[in-house]
DNA sequence: CGCTCTATATAGGAACGCAAGATACTTGCC
DNA sequence: GGCAAGTATCTTGCGTTCCTATATAGAGCG
């Protein structure tokens, strides 16, 4: 049990996984510090949310993959890239989650609900 | 398939319980009414999410239980309650959801990841 | 009694997120 | 070559959440 992901979390993964792949193709560990990076810490998750979160992207056609060879050396990366589908659905996610983000507003003050 | 819950919905089901327990003990579906109610429509759930959510309140003692008979006529109605334990939890997930909202604001404008 | 309204409850299924571990390629060093 | 260390992807198994659909039951009425 130890500690359990806290509620508020859930539903945050694909959004921001998406978000990081707006401007540019990213590959995996990139992503995660690049969340990390963006909230200051305040969102992070780990490979084992993030690999199946973008097998489910892909399955989908929201993002397509490619391999590369790493610059650094070291394995090779898989590069995740928006497709317009993908797009389409950043945008839907975005209005989702400012709707319920609005409507929990409600809830944040004594005595509001 | 029909229609998926949006993720953003998740993790949104026991504040937005606790939050309408808070100045007032009320019963099963006086609460999905409130909730519905007070977001205004924004944030919905059915039956089938309410009640196994009560009951997991309960087992955590964050709410109690009581029957009561129905002014109106008809069924008898259950009342749940906060207790204090209830209170800081509530105060608990009022911080956890503002930290993952501020968060995920960086995610709701183009080329912010 | 049968019907309807109100109300609580549960079963079954799908999806999510996590910890932990498995796999694999590259570099550097002996 | 052999081996460890670092980088990176991927899988498995578990617990939780939420929903649809259904079941159960009391009260009032004709």
Redesign the interface.
């Known amino acids: 049990m130890a500690d359990p992901t ?11 996984i998406l ?2 792949l ?2 540019q193709a990213r590959y995996g560990l990139e992503i995660l510090e ?2 990390q990076r ?3 810490g ?2 992070a998750f780990k490979e084992g949310s993030l690999y199946p979160a973008l097998h489910r992207l892909v399955k989908q056609r929201w993002v397509v993959s490619r391999w590369e060879d790493s610059d650094a050396g070291g394995a090779p990366r898989k590069y995740y890239e928006l497709t317009d589908d993908g797009r389409r659905a950043l945008a839907r ?2 209005e ?9 507003e ?3 003050f ?4």
């Open positions: 806290p509620d508020a979390k859930r539903g945050t993964v694909d959004l921001a978000a990081t707006e401007l690049e969340v963006a909230t200051g305040g969102l996610k975005r989702e989650w400012r709707a319920v983000r609005d409507a929990m409600v809830f944040l004594v005595g509001n609900a």
